[in-house]
């Protein structure tokens, strides 16, 4: 099992929006080899962010890294840049292993 996860900074006050993005678009993981699940997350909030997780569950790493090189993972990402607004930031990624 690999779960990869992306975390976001959100701008305070675009928390809706952001969630309304991320609700209404294609994710086109479907058919994706490997692929299991995927949940967004919400965690703590501050004055200056809302903390948010992707969190999405692979069979393997080698199921996700080639997910990362697919036509379905560039058709995904291809309005990405359209919501910068929202963003403090670049997400951040982190990847982990199953262990048991």
Do not use: C
Not at 26 to 54: I, R, W
Not at 79 to 97: I, M, R, S, T, V
């Amino acid at each position: 099992m690999f779960i990869a996860m992306n975390r976001f900074k959100i701008v305070p006050g675009k928390e809706k929006e952001f969630e309304k993005v991320w609700r209404e678009r294609d994710t086109h993981l479907n058919n994706v080899p490997g692929f299991e699940e995927f949940h967004l997350v919400k965690g703590k909030k501050t004055d200056e962010f809302s903390l948010y997780a992707s969190h999405s569950v692979w069979k393997s790493q080698e199921d996700f890294l080639n997910w990362t090189k697919s036509e379905a993972f560039r058709l995904a990402h291809k309005n990405a840049g359209q919501h910068k607004d929202l963003y403090l930031g670049a997400p951040e990624f982190e990847g982990f292993e199953g262990v048991l």
